[in-house]
């Protein structure tokens, strides 16, 4: 019998040591290519960390951090939604329409449910009629697009309702109410992902349907409310938007649903469906919102910008697929 040496007694720790290591790497890894590009930008881009750029960042990525809080249960339950640009643009136009005539909360309430009507024929087509979400929502987006122009009759229609102008004009501890909205939306939908059986029930089913199915869960049914959520928000987002601005426009975010789904496959959402987590899509945020913002400080020309903003994206989905390959094959 040969005896154990030290060595031998000293590998299993080693590989239990490095397993934990890569866990932490793989959970935290995000958060420290965030923390080198801050570091990165504060020595390199003049201004960038003044308390002015910092405040003016936030408010830059409030439409695209509120909708990522929603966008993330879509891709968790492995489908997508590119309308969420023109639903912004639809609710914006509707409650403004709305609060001319009928003042600024029935205009507000409006808005949010014509967000919420879009979400849920989304649901409705994905769902009961089998359509594969990124056509359904591809469709969706022309067709919402094309009501927002109809509402409007074609121009910006100008804000009359002064209540109106206080919804997002309304500030705190020197943050502005989007910002707030945005930090409320990452606190209750991180909740609802981690702590409700709803949660678990949308990983489940972006994680396996069938199996989600044959353990009873009501697939069609989370498939639309998770709909209806990102209709909703985005309808909440759009009238958000209009307040800041001054009128609803129907031309308005143009391109931002990818800038959502960029957002949330660099925190680390998979676009296969089962895997989210609500801190990495608060990085995702960040990390889009510093690069944009050290752009702008640093007058990079528009064209260049696009160069940038698709490269962010290609790289986000390359690991993502990256980081499938590498649980499939832990799991064989």
Request: aromatic share 6%; net charge positive.
């Amino acid at each position: 019998m040969q005896p154990v040496t030290t060595e031998d007694v000293s590998l299993p720790r080693r590989s239990r040591g490095g397993n934990a290591l890569r866990r932490v790497m793989q959970q935290s890894g995000i958060v420290l290519v965030f923390l080198i590009l801050v570091v990165l930008l504060a020595v390199l881009v003049p201004d960038f960390m003044t308390r002015g750029n910092v405040v003016g960042l936030l408010l830059s990525v409030t439409l695209t951090g509120t909708i990522a809080a929603t966008m993330m249960l879509v891709l968790a339950l492995g489908e997508v939604d590119l309308s969420v640009a023109s639903t912004v643009a639809f609710a914006g136009v509707v409650a403004s329409v709305a609060a001319d005539s009928l003042g600024a909360p029935l205009g507000i309430l409006i808005g949010v449910l014509a967000g919420g009507a879009v979400g849920f024929c989304n649901g409705v087509v994905v769902a009961k009629f089998g359509v594969n979400s990124l056509i359904a929502t591809l469709a969706a987006m022309e067709i919402v697009r094309g009501l927002a122009y109809i509402t409007s009759g074609g121009d910006a229609v100008m804000i009359l309702a002064p209540g109106f102008f206080s919804l997002a004009s309304y500030s705190f501890l020197g943050l502005s109410a989007p910002v707030w909205v945005m930090f409320a939306c990452f606190v209750v939908f991180g909740i609802v992902l981690n702590y409700t059986v709803f949660g678990r029930d949308v990983l489940a089913i972006g994680g396996n349907v069938e199996a989600a199915r044959l353990a009873g869960l009501p697939v069609d049914r989370i498939r639309i409310l998770v709909f209806v959520l990102q209709g909703l928000l985005a309808g909440f987002a759009g009238t958000l938007l209009a307040s800041r601005m001054g009128l609803g426009d129907p031309k308005t975010s143009i391109g931002l649903e990818l800038g959502v789904i960029s957002a949330c496959v660099l925190g680390g959402v998979s676009l296969s469906g089962g895997i989210a987590s609500i801190s990495g899509v608060v990085v995702g945020v960040l990390i889009m919102g510093c690069v944009q913002d050290a752009m702008g400080l640093l007058n990079v020309p528009t064209f260049y910008q696009y160069l940038v903003r698709g490269g962010i994206l290609l790289l986000a989905v390359l690991f993502d697929r990256w980081k499938t390959g590498r649980a499939a094959s832990v799991i064989r």
